[in-house]
Nanobody
Framework: QVQLVESGGGVVQTGGSLRLSCAASGRTARNYAMGWFRQAPGKEREFVAAISWSGGYTYTADSVKGRFTISRDNAKNTVYLQMNSLKPEDTAVYYC????????????????????WGQGTQVAVSS
């Protein structure tokens, strides 16, 4: 079982940037497809981005496409979410999630597909 810890959240002005990190421990992040989700107050958790364990396949939600980029460094057991051109509507708690898979080309976009979650990191974008 892998454990996940997110970091990098904070308060930023509209148009600013943040880079979130998700560090995996307990097991190597290899063979784990990873995803980022977010949940704003009063709203359901929504998909943001996903990456295959090989790192070669990514998928990004339309709401953040062109602004957010997911990447990973398996040597460091870490997944990143680079967030640029932030908007107030990006304000939420951001969670990373992991799913063990033998398929290096697969990424997952639905929350129910991920059995392992981090505790979340808060991102607040001021207008």
């Amino acid at each position: 079982q892998v454990q996940l810890v997110e970091s990098g959240g904070g308060v930023v002005q509209t148009g600013g940037s943040l880079r979130l990190s998700c560090a995996a421990s307990g097991r190597t992040a290899r063979n784990y497809a990873m995803g980022w989700f977010r949940q704003a107050p009063g709203k359901e958790r929504e998909f943001v981005a996903a990456i295959s364990w090989s790192g070669g396949y990514t998928y990004t939600a339309d709401s953040v496409k062109g602004r957010f980029t997911i990447s990973r460094d398996n040597a460091k057991n870490t997944v990143y979410l680079q967030m640029n051109s932030l908007k107030p509507e990006d304000t939420a708690v951001y969670y990373c999630a992991a799913r063990f898979t033998q398929y290096g080309t697969t990424s997952y976009t639905r929350a129910k597909e991920y059995p392992t979650w981090g505790q979340g990191t808060q991102v607040a974008v001021s207008s």
